[in-house]
């Protein structure tokens, strides 16, 4: 890099700031800030546009992801070389074969000059001694400005790119602390541990070693003060008390630490009697609720409440919300619907209401187990529920029906014994509304509290009922519930063990509480004479997949769902295991069945009823872990191989088709399909709705080229061809790569050669891309000679332009000129103009590269004239516009100026954003 060059420094550890020889530069918009965070914190190493791409967009990358980048990275070049030309590549922000990299000092960046002072401060520690390792830590630590990458869009904030810098940063305050506090030298830490707490509210060791280094420095009255807050502020935000470590930190100040003594960090207890890490603790009246017995008799007969309940905040609100209704409207009783699939809880929310609302219904509690799916029987008939009610309700048994068939007769005496009281009423597990309708008692100022896998619809409709679908528990509850679980078994699960059972169970409280019920061990366990800590001990069996099948849900759980499915249905919820996407819709599941779209609708429509599906957003389906499991496992029971097989098939041809296209969607207007493919179906209104569908099963597709590989009759390389623009979009190229590599070996083994071509042609591009030059190189020849043998000029043709670019890439002119050329001529041989006029194109820029300017201009007059007559208006511009880059470079400013507004022309109806650019270059002469 030239030494001409003004001073530059850039800032990402706080705001992402930027100064060119002392004065601070305007970095533009949060997007193009962003950019520069995610290359400061690579600075050195070459980033790929598709890492940017993630931590910009993520899942949601729109389809002109990668340009909008390039826009930023060229705006970023200008600032940081003032003068420096639109297409110029500069000296300090460079592209290469790998992506994007940053070319500054250690000095320029705060990041690196942080990491380096580090790495010093730590070789320090044996030549200097602790006290210099602890002053260059804090000189690192000052560094800090604030969070990392502030201001940049909170989407990209919260990528693990800049979440593990902060953790980074954590550790080492810590390591800092630890040593001064360690070697008596905690006046050098003070400053950096109060800007982390600042930082950190909650953290009790942060606040710990605040609190010892303070005590140490002579300033007990603020240690103790440190710790009064922290205290004060766990209770009220976490409702927990602080851990072992705080309150050691706080003895340790008690007992006098001043500047004469050195107060060290307490260590962790590990005895066998004091578990890893920390449970919340209740605070005391959560306490006292829990552990009060609810009153029994014989107008109370709820089941008692959940020692390990999860509080649910939102769907409790609601349905206290219903009670209130039976106190101000008393004309009517109220009735809520708990809906949701085996073990998500509903039971134990509906009990736990019910017993916070007892007090409101003086005439009685009840709830009846209605076995809806229950294995053990038939579900309850509502007779039979009905007389279980009104021996609770208190008629002698000389008073029930004779005929316990007769519903009316029942129901009669039940509505009479009801009439007037005030009464909670739990109808648990419910088979269908027909089944809880003669249940509702009639008095006003009622409620009943509904749970049921099915939805329930009619008792909405008709009754006016109140749904609350309960969903997945999020991951703190899922460990709330865990830790309360394992303190009440008795079991010392390590913090590692819960965070993979939370993982693992998905927010299901039936999957945790199976977990936990196992007496589960894991590898970290506190060490006990009575505990085997290898994974053997996770299961009697002592198998390896022990701590998965801990997870799961009891083989049972789901069955009684799917016996109640029809047999459409059924069929549909078991071929589902077989497509291996994110959402399903519609077409996905007629394609399984081999029925049609709207058939496939209801059959969903049923699945979703009973919970086995859930419909995420309007008619897009998604299939849990826990059902994907079991419909895995009746699949392969109840369907025969062939039977998949034919399935698998429709649904690859559909998935083939449905990514065609997707490409033809995002293709430019007027380009064909390519030689060989069959035609894409019209199925997308635009490119938006294009992209969606790709971002939505880009995992599931790439199992499809997987699931084709494996099928003898199918050409898995289709897929590679069709989803290769949506790969190179989105920046997915290990996925690419993956899957053309399979498809490759998949044609290799079928004796495909046309295939094997294809597929070497596509590793070519994306072992390119992927920085592997030696691998493109060899699979790009291959491909080549693979096409030359099958005759197909048009693929040979495609080659020799990558290899055209790539040569361009590389500095070598003439080889891009001469493969060029050659393309030019396999297209015009075989007829197809819009390759030639690509080829043209191409030429012409590999002419210009070398100086021939007249050459170049033939070659682009040659390409827009055909573009021209191809009804190609976005190839037409591209030439125009080159075009007229030539005539500037010459200072022929009229003739570049009427090419320029030529391309304009073109560009303003089917490229807004690129007419702009071109109309920035009307200004000459630039």
Same mark, same amino acid.
């Given at each position: ?747 290799? @083994? &079928? =004796? %495909?050669?046309? /295939?094997? *071509? ?5 590793? +070519? #591009?994306? !072992?390119?891309?992927? $920085? ?56 015009? @041989? &075989? =007829? %197809?103009?819009? /390759?030639? *006029? ?5 030429? +012409? #820029?590999? !002419?210009?590269?070398? $100086? ?75």
């Amino acid at each position: 890099m030239s030494d001409d060059l003004p001073a530059l420094r850039l800032s990402v550890l706080g705001p992402v700031r930027g100064w060119l020889a002392g004065t601070e530069l305007d970095l533009g918009p949060p997007q193009q800030r962003a950019t520069l965070a995610v290359l400061l914190v690579r600075a050195k190493r070459p980033v790929p546009v598709g890492d940017i791409v993630d931590v910009l967009w993520g899942q949601d990358a729109p389809p002109s992801a990668a340009n909008v980048i390039h826009r930023h990275v060229g705006m970023l070049r200008r600032l940081f070389e003032p003068g420096l030309s639109n297409r110029a590549e500069g000296q300090r922000l460079v592209r290469g074969s790998a992506g994007y990299r940053l070319r500054v000092g250690v000095d320029d960046v705060d990041l690196s000059r942080f990491r380096h002072l580090r790495e010093t401060a730590r070789e320090a520690d044996g030549a200097g001694g602790p006290e210099e390792t602890v002053k260059r830590l804090a000189e690192a630590l000052s560094l800090w400005q604030g969070p990392v990458a502030a201001g940049i869009p909170l989407t990209a904030r919260s990528h693990r790119v800049f979440t593990a810098l902060d953790r980074e940063y954590l550790t080492t305050v810590r390591e800092a602390a630890e040593t001064a506090l360690r070697h008596g030298v905690p006046q050098h830490v003070v400053p950096v541990l109060e800007r982390c707490a600042a930082r950190y509210p909650v953290d009790e060791r942060v606040h710990a070693d605040l609190a010892l280094a303070l005590a140490a420095t002579g300033h007990q009255a603020e240690a103790l003060d440190v710790c009064r807050i922290v205290r004060t502020r766990l209770a009220e935000e976490l409702g927990v008390t602080p851990g072992p470590e705080l309150r050691a930190a706080h003895a340790r100040v008690l007992e006098g630490g001043g500047p004469a003594r050195v107060v060290a960090r307490p260590r962790e207890d590990t005895s066998a009697t004091a578990p890893p890490g920390r449970a919340l603790t209740r605070r005391p009246h959560e306490r006292q609720e829990q552990e009060q017995e609810p009153l029994r008799g014989s107008d109370d007969q709820l089941p008692s409440a959940s020692a390990s309940f999860v509080c649910r905040s939102g769907e409790t609100a609601l349905l206290l919300a219903l009670a209130d209704d039976t106190r101000s409207r008393h004309r009517t009783s109220a009735v809520g619907v708990l809906c949701g699939p085996a073990g998500i809880g509903k039971t134990a929310l509906a009990v736990e209401v019910a017993h916070r609302l007892r007090e409101r219904f003086p005439d009685g509690r009840f709830h009846v187990a209605l076995r809806g799916f229950d294995t053990s029987g038939p579900p309850l008939t509502p007779v039979e529920g009905m007389r279980r009610l009104l021996h609770a309700l208190g008629a002698p048994v000389s008073q029930l029906p004779e005929d316990t068939e007769d519903v009316d007769a029942h129901t009669g005496l039940y509505r009479s014994l009801t009439a007037g009281r005030r009464i909670l009423l739990v109808l648990d597990d419910a088979h269908d509304a027909a089944q809880v309708r003669p249940l509702l008692p009639a008095a006003a100022g009622s409620l009943t509290l509904v749970t049921s896998r099915r939805q329930l619809s009619s008792l909405v409709t008709e009754e006016a009922a109140r749904r609350v679908v309960l969903a997945p528990l999020a991951p703190a509850e899922s460990r709330a519930f865990l830790r309360g679980r394992i303190r009440s078994e008795g079991l010392g699960v390590g913090p590692q063990a819960v965070e993979e059972l939370v993982a693992r169970c998905a927010g299901s409280p039936g999957a945790l509480s199976l977990a936990t019920g196992r007496d589960l061990v894991c590898r970290d366990l506190v060490p006990s004479q009575d505990v085997r800590t290898d994974r053997s001990a996770l299961s009697p069996a002592g198998g390896p997949e022990a701590v998965h099948g801990a997870a799961d849900r009891p083989p049972h759980a789901l069955t009684p769902s799917y016996r109640a499915l029809g047999t459409g249905a059924a069929r549909l919820f078991r071929l589902l295991a077989l497509y291996r996407g994110t959402e399903i819709d519609a077409e996905v599941a007629a394609s399984l069945c081999g029925v049609e779209p709207r058939g496939a609708r209801v059959l969903l429509d049923e699945l979703a009823d009973l919970h086995l599906v859930t419909e995420e957003t309007m008619g897009r389906f998604t299939l849990p872990a826990s059902e994907r499991r079991y419909a895995a496992t009746v699949v392969r029971e109840e369907e025969s191989a062939p039977a998949r097989g034919e399935a698998v098939r429709r649904l690859l041809v559909h998935l083939l088709a449905t990514a065609r296209a997707v490409s033809r969607t995002l293709e430019r207007p007027g380009s064909p399909p390519r030689p060989g493919t069959e035609p894409a179906l019209d199925v997308f209104p635009d490119a938006g709705a294009a992209w969606r569908w790709y971002l939505a099963e880009r995992r599931g597709l790439v199992e499809a080229v997987r699931q084709a590989t494996r099928e003898p009759a199918f050409p898995a390389w289709q897929f590679v061809e069709a989803l290769e623009p949506m790969w190179h979009r989105a920046g997915h190229w290990s996925a690419w790569s993956a899957a053309a590599q399979e498809a490759s070996e998949a044609a290799r @083994r &079928a =004796g %495909d050669l046309p /295939g094997v *071509a294809r597929t070497r042609h596509s590793l +070519g #591009r994306v !072992h390119a891309l992927l $920085g592997r030059q030696e691998e493109a190189l060899t699979a790009l020849r291959e491909a080549l000679d693979l096409f030359t043998v099958c005759g197909d000029l048009c693929g040979a043709a495609r080659v020799h332009r990558d290899l055209a670019v790539r040569d361009d890439e590389q500095g070598r002119h003439e080889g891009s000129l001469r493969h060029a050329c050659s393309a030019r001529e396999l297209y015009a @041989r &075989a =007829g %197809d103009r819009r /390759g030639e *006029a690509h080829a043209s194109y191409e030429v +012409g #820029r590999a !002419h210009e590269r070398l $100086g021939a300017v007249d050459e170049a201009m033939s070659c682009y007059d040659r390409s827009a004239r055909l573009n021209r007559e191809l009804d190609d208006p976005l190839g037409e511009a591209t030439a125009w516009d080159a075009l007229g880059d030539v005539h500037r470079r010459q200072n022929y400013g009229d003739q570049a100026r009427a090419c320029y507004e030529r391309a304009s022309a073109l560009l303003t109806e089917h490229d807004p954003a690129a007419a702009r650019h071109v109309d920035t270059k009307l200004g000459l002469p630039g």
